[in-house]
């Protein structure tokens, strides 16, 4: 199993800055995509920004140029920088991972975990 903690969501006025981070954690071997979605109020949970263990990112249209996902491999840890933050951007932020896992002799997966979620308040 893989663990992921997020911590960083907050309140904070349209154009301000915030930092999430998630950590993972468990008989991780590797964790080759991680990422961020959020959902809405009445709203889909939607894919924000993701990255792989190679460093490329794939970002939604609405947050280009806004936001900005990094990972720490070796601490199996991804940021999340949202810049120039705006009301719409209110939700709550999930991690999301695909990792596999090594246990008792044997390995899983990859399997997709999710973080129990941030939440982001952006008032205008």
């Known amino acids: 199993q893989v663990q992921l903690v997020e911590s960083g969501g907050g309140l904070v006025q349209a154009g301000g800055s915030l930092r999430l981070s998630c950590t993972a954690s468990g008989n991780i071997v590797s964790i080759n995509v991680m990422g961020w979605y959020r959902q809405g109020p009445g709203k889909q949970r939607e894919l924000v920004a993701h990255?792989?263990?190679?460093?490329?990112?794939n970002y939604a249209d609405s947050v280009k140029g806004r936001f900005t996902i990094s990972r720490d491999n070796a601490k199996n840890t991804v940021f999340l920088q949202m810049n120039s933050l705006k009301p719409e951007d209110t939700a709550v932020y999930y991690c999301?991972?695909?990792?596999?896992?090594?246990?008792?002799?044997?390995?899983?997966?990859?399997?997709?975990?999710w973080g129990q979620g941030t939440q982001v308040t952006v008032s205008s």
């Open positions: 990255i792989t263990i190679h460093g490329n990112t």
């Open positions: 999301n991972a695909d990792g596999v896992t090594y246990y008792s002799g044997a390995y899983f997966g990859p399997r997709n975990y």
